[in-house]
């Protein structure tokens, strides 16, 4: 299995730690936000990775090469411009196709500021039993942009901004809103439906395929720990949970 980390974004909201270095090389604990995500990649039996970068690009190339690259393959994708979440990994496409182009084994896409106890081989398991075409990390929290699942389970909204404007993509009766957690599980098929160009939000995507019929699901990960660590005292507060329980791999 193969997978993506999202690590290219310029990291505005953990200024000032990223005024000389991304937000992939922030330190918790004495290590980096990158190296406990490949960590917990590599626990899972993934080696091979790919990472999107922008943002110092260089200090990340280098800090991998230092580390001989966690002894994993790892590749590197570079945004000229940033592309947000559907256009990084639409770049990167190239990387989850086999020889033949016909690979049916699913990939995660995982945001670098993002550290959890999710069970990613159950979340894998869930996805390839109910053949979804991609399934979305979600918990129960509050937060101002949220997806809008039909009875708990597929995709078909949202509601965002500062009023929660509701848009719905399909018919639902009862919707339930949800946090999304920045992982992913994604079927290959996926990567030849984007048809969105240039920078665009991969959440576009799955509202667009969803519309059309497309089984976007969301897995419930509220026992497990999850943590944004996309703001400064989100990292201090992250350490200190450290220091109360084994979260890190």
Known sequence: MKAMILAAGLGTRLRPLTDNRPK????????????IALARLRRFGIRDVII??????????????????????????FE???LDTGGGLKQAAYFFRDGSGDSEEPFLLHNVDV???????????????????????????????YLLFEEGSELCGRRSGKDQTTELVRPAQRVLPLAFGGIQVISPRFLAMMSEEGA?????????LAAGGEKILGFR??????????????????AEDLLQQEILP
């Open 221 to 238: 990960t509220d026992e497990y720990y999850w943590r944004d660590v996309g703001r400064p005292e989100s990292v201090t507060q992250a």
């Open 52 to 77: 999107n970068t922008h943002y110092f690009a260089a200090m990340i190339r280098d800090y991998l090469e230092s580390n001989q690259y966690f002894g994993m393959n790892i590749a590197i994708s």
């Open 200 to 208: 665009f939000s991969i959440i576009s995507s799955y509202l667009r």
């Open 24 to 35: 992939a090389l922030v330190e918790i604990a004495g290590r980096t936000l990158l190296e």
């Open 115 to 145: 550290i959890s106890t999710i069970d990613l081989r159950r979340m894998v398991e869930f996805h390839s039993e109910h053949q979804a075409l991609a399934t979305l990390a979600v918990q129960d929290r509050k937060t101002s942009r």
């Open 80 to 82: 000229e411009v940033l």
